[in-house]
């Protein structure tokens, strides 16, 4: 069985790994089902910060040919690392995500993801070769240059943020393009930052695509984990490659099968990098109905947000994407957004900036006073805390071309 051929190597190779043992007082020959792998302490985020650059190493380094990097928003950057059947399979799990998808060689994909550190841009480029679709490697940014390339190469598909694809629309309507008439496209694969069902309606009706969502991260090998398949209801994950634990963040508990949780990832194939119970911080379940769509691999929803994105306003815990959830609903919501938390003397007070067309913005005061007391009342009425809502012009927020910056979070910044 791969995870019990896991251990036993990663216990001589990966000094990670024998520590991990060790801590729980067991051998590699201890672990003999998924079952057991509960009695091993978690992998975090915090470890890969305590090895960088080389300490989770688990090959000599002539036999690494890649590294890619996270950005480190918070603490210093994590590495991660590749053999070359380690990239050789994270091709093939992404080629897997994208015939879920409906891609087929007979498509033309640009990919608009920044080719770097990141995983993004080389994850797909890979998986989408190896399908045999014809890859244009456009990188991130110059959005009016990706949208002539789109036409003139006629491309069928495309993969950002789901944030930077509304941003495409927005430019190509002021380009005096109509993106769902000039152009070819007829799907889009997304993700990168959590998104709403409301967001990818608004995607997928400006572009005339269809939009799926997928997930990964760049400890396990970046995108290539899970994706949706043509229901659009739920992610797929790969469960031939990753055995997947749901816990619960607060006591590390493993939950049982369908509760909401911290996802915690252990791959099973992985030469350079093997970690055994990896916590992604990111908030999911698993869905225990069998998909109409007949593939052999269990579902999660999509991701609702991070566990440590949450944001406890007067003690209500609160993700993002829940307030995404909620202002999407309102006709007015245009897809931009923005959360600001501070504190007014010793209470936390929140106020969501949230864009709306120019025809409301600089119409009569009484429809746009209506708007924001409409909104301001769903959200009092979801979450019992008073938020005050901002009405504010289309085009007036930042765009950005990689994830967008949903929260901004006063809270303990000195003025
Ligand atoms: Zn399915």
């Not at 801590?23 to 057991?36: M, Q, S, T, V």
């Not at 999407?328 to 949230?354: L, R």
Request: glycine fraction near 8%; include cysteine; charge should be neutral.
């Amino acid at each position: 069985m791969a995870l019990r051929k896991m251990i036993r190597v990663g216990e001589k190779t990966s000094p990670w790994i024998k520590r991990q043992l060790k801590e729980a007082g067991l051998k590699a020959e201890d672990i003999k089902c998924k079952e057991d792998l509960a009695k091993l302490p978690y992998t975090t985020k915090d470890t890969l910060r305590e090895n960088y650059p080389f300490g989770l190493l688990a090959c000599p380094l002539d036999k690494v040919v890649r590294f890619h990097a996270s950005s480190g928003t918070t603490g210093k950057s994590t590495v991660v690392y590749y053999t070359q059947e380690d990239i050789n399979v994270w091709s093939g799990l992404m080629a897997r995500v994208l015939k879920t998808t409906g891609l087929t060689n007979k498509d033309i994909m640009q990919i608009i993801y920044n080719y770097g550190f990141f995983t993004g841009g080389f994850g797909f480029h890979y998986g989408a070769e190896k399908l045999g679709v014809s890859v244009i490697p456009s990188g991130s940014g110059n959005t009016k240059k990706q949208l002539e390339i789109m036409k003139d190469f006629n491309t069928t598909s495309f993969t950002s943020t789901p944030s930077y694809a509304l941003h495409l629309a927005e430019v190509a309507k002021e380009m005096g393009m109509d993106p769902d008439k000039d152009l070819k496209l007829r799907q889009g694969v997304f993700g990168g930052e959590p998104w709403s069902e409301a967001i990818r309606k608004q995607i997928e009706k400006s572009f005339g695509i269809d939009a799926y969502d997928n997930y990964g991260l760049s400890e396990m090998c970046g995108p290539g984990i899970a994706c949706e398949c043509e229901q659009k209801d739920g992610l797929h994950f790969w469960e031939d490659y990753f055995i997947l634990e749901v816990i619960d963040p607060k006591t590390g508990e493993v939950l049982p099968e369908g509760e909401k949780g911290e996802l915690v990832f252990t791959p099973l194939w992985k030469e350079a990098m093997p970690l055994l119970r990896y916590r992604t911080r990111d908030i999911s379940r698993i869905i225990v109905d069998e998909c109409e769509c007949g593939l052999p691999f269990r579902k999660i929803e999509r991701i609702t947000g991070r566990s440590d994105d949450m944001l406890i306003i007067r003690g209500v815990n609160i993700f993002p994407s829940q307030i995404e959830e909620v202002i999407s609903m309102h006709p007015a919501f245009k897809g931009h957004y923005q959360i600001v938390v501070e504190k007014k003397g010793f209470m936390d007070s929140i106020t969501i900036n949230m864009e709306v067309t120019e025809k409301l913005f600089s119409g009569s005061l009484s429809d746009l006073l209506k708007v924001q007391r409409e909104l301001e009342e769903s959200l009092r009425s979801t979450f019992f805390i008073k938020a005050d809502v901002k009405l504010v012009e289309e085009g007036s927020m930042p765009r950005s071309v990689g994830k967008a910056q949903r929260v901004i979070d006063l809270r303990g910044v000195k003025k």
